[in-house]
């Protein structure tokens, strides 16, 4: 009855009155969106009451807003419930697996859609980021908080999500954080509701079809803040190839040439039928989840034997390795195992980070994080994993240190690191 019910719902939210002979992407990007809705609804519902929501008592429990946003040419087309589940459940789940409960979102939602009075063309950007005119991000994120202005108290909450009823064809980008991002990084305060109200926090955009990976990845860059003029948690994806001409996929998993499809910051998924994979352990330390206890910091020049567990698993009782070389530069070592979230990932193995703090965003050839893979032939770093049995061993370019994996116990790997 409940998977009925589930799907029933979903038909009424679609309003599947016909299927298309030659569905486009919008529709196969519809479908998968709601499909993906209401299987994990279904889960987590019979998993029971408060599945994947164990608290702690240092817990951080932030507060957003989701203003539901149409457009007099457009027609919302996912009930409200379901937007609900999306944000509340399925979003603060992941979240809190993430930051090993060290943080939770709880997430209202407008009572209603608030129609805009121009229609969604007004608002139209452009797919590429580098291309976005950003007059009308501001104008969209201005328009709607003056509609939902009577109805919201904003002061009660940390940031601000427009859910959108137009689709990715209609709006021409599945999601986007409007600050720190779009409108810059100072832009903490700038905005306010016609009645006065300040925004805290920041402002991200989805479609309604936007993929659970999305919905983190643009909530995280307001999380992460900004500091020094700096997000502390920036898109890893490569800016200048994502401009580049071409099949709006394609050409984006091309500019992941950075950290691949090992961090939601980077790819917001793998496959779209499945949940995003975990988060790498740069983002992890920018976010502030990983306990300092958890991190060993090994010296170029020392000898050191370890035993690396699982990044997901916050029982590991060392989850990453720093190897710092400068003040701003150092490598991370980190294990990536099919648990969790992890299981979307395409491979398993020990990961090789190198990280530059003096980059602040992915531009002109430059990243703040890079994978170095074990196997640099395979494409879209597909083949970043060291592993056991393949190739187990790394000398730093500039023979620093040497990283070797000697065994594995169970999801966890003994290395060695000399000079």
Known sequence: MLIQNSLSSVAAAFKLTYMPSKPGIDFVLTILSLAWMVIHSVAFAAAGPGAGESRSATQQTIKGIVILVDFPDT?????????????????????????????SLQIDVTKRW????????????????????KSRV??????????????????????TVLFLGAKLKDYGMIGLCGYPGMLGWGAEGALKTPSGQ????????????????????????????????????????????????????????????NMGFWDPMSCHFYKRNLPPPGVSSWTRLRLNWIDPSKIKVVRPGERVEL???????????IQVVKI?????????????????????????????????????????????????????????????????????????????????????????????ITP
């Open 198 to 257: 300040a925004i805290k926090g920041g402002v991200a955009i989805f479609s309604f079809q936007a993929h659970l990976g999305t919905l983190f990845h643009d909530i995280a860059h307001i999380l992460g803040g900004v500091q020094q003029g700096r997000r502390m948690v920036p898109c890893l994806y490569d800016h200048d190839l994502q401009a580049k001409p071409g099949p709006m996929r394609e050409t984006f998993v091309n500019a992941t040439i």
């Open 114 to 133: 608030h129609t805009l009075k121009e229609p969604v063309t007004r608002y139209r950007i452009s797919s590429r980021n580098l291309e976005v005119d």
């Open 307 to 317: 035993v690396l567990g699982p990044l997901e698993d916050a029982a590991s009782q």
């Open 138 to 159: 501001r104008k969209l994120i201005e328009d709607a908080l003056e509609a939902a202005d009577k109805e919201v108290d904003f002061s009660n909450y940390a940031f």
């Open 324 to 416: 710092p070389i400068t003040e701003s530069t150092y490598y991370l070592i980190e294990n990536r195992q099919p648990i969790g979230f992890d299981r979307n990932l395409p491979g398993h193995g020990v990961l090789i980070l190198f990280a530059d703090d003096r980059v602040a965003e992915c531009r002109h050839g430059k990243a703040p994080v890079r994978l170095i893979p074990a196997h640099p032939t395979v494409p879209h770093l597909e083949g970043a994993a060291f592993d056991i049995g393949g190739i187990d061993h790394f000398e730093e370019k500039e023979k620093r240190f040497r990283m070797r994996l000697t065994g594995k116990l169970g999801g966890s790997y003994r290395i060695l």
């Open 75 to 103: 027609e919302s087309e996912v009930a409200r419930s379901l937007i609900e589940t999306r944000f509340s459940r399925h979003l603060n789940a992941y979240l809190m697996q993430m930051s090993f409960n060290k943080v």
